[in-house]
């Protein structure tokens, strides 16, 4: 089956520390999106990429980097400079922005659930 | 400043009692409306994609409508398993990002 696989499911971090979850789809999909959720609010984008070697930053980027080397995956890292982590991460994709179907709807992964030791 | 804002924030039926969930939107060119069901600790289930003013979809109890300010989400007798956290997001025609602009969501709940 298609979709996109999201891991760890739950994630914990020490303070200093870099941590990478991990986001692949088999959906033959060519945009990639990382959304950050916080209880009472409406998911906010940290990084998009369109295509293979290209991300752009979305609203809330500082303290996050990402790649897109492969198609197939998106990673996410979150870096000790980003103070406040905690929170539950979640990652889409859908058919290239720049098309006549650009208006497709996002799918998301299961999410990662990150929290602070 | 592009903005969805989503009515009630929670919302508590009886089984069988139906109603609505808005979703007002304030952007400049609207390319699509999205209905999103999330449930606890999952990610997004797309539902519906609206895209013009007077567009109407259906899946089971649910429908889907929209005008030129808001959506409507109708369940129709609704049942325990349609408890769940509502989402709709816009994407705006500015620009050729096409990025989703997200509500904080509905969160349904239906007794029993």
């Known amino acids: 089956d298609g979709g996109i696989t999201q891991s760890p499911k739950y994630l914990f971090r020490k303070e200093g520390q870099n941590v990478t979850l991990s986001c692949e789809q088999n959906?033959?999909?060519?945009?990639m999106y990382w959304y950050r959720q916080d209880p009472g609010q409406g998911l906010r984008l940290i990084y998009y990429s369109q295509i293979v070697n290209d991300f752009q930053k979305g609203d809330i980027a500082e303290g996050y980097s990402v790649s897109r080397e492969k198609k197939e995956s998106f990673p996410l890292t979150v870096t000790s400079a980003q103070k406040n982590p905690t929170a539950f991460y979640l990652c889409?994709?859908?058919?290239?922005?720049?098309?006549?179907?650009?208006?497709?709807?996002?799918?998301f992964g299961d999410g990662t659930r990150l929290s602070i030791l | 400043e592009d903005q969805v804002t989503q009515s009630p924030e929670a919302l508590r039926l009886q089984e069988g009692e139906s109603s609505s969930l808005n979703c007002s939107y304030t952007?400049?060119?609207?390319?699509?409306l999205f209905w999103y069901r999330q449930d606890p600790g999952k990610g997004p289930e797309f539902l519906f994609t609206?895209?013009?003013a007077g567009e109407e979809k259906e899946k089971e109890r649910l429908k889907a409508t929209l005008t030129k300010k808001e959506s409507f989400l109708h369940i129709t007798a609704p049942k325990p398993e349609d408890s769940a956290t509502y989402l709709c997001a816009v994407q705006v025609s500015r620009g050729s990002q096409g990025n989703l602009i997200f509500g904080k969501g509905t969160k349904l709940s239906v007794k029993p």
């Open positions: 952007v400049s060119g609207l390319r699509g």
């Open positions: 889409a994709s859908t058919v290239a922005l720049m098309t006549p179907y650009s208006n497709q709807p996002q799918h």
């Open positions: 609206l895209y013009s």
């Open positions: 959906l033959n999909h060519d945009a």
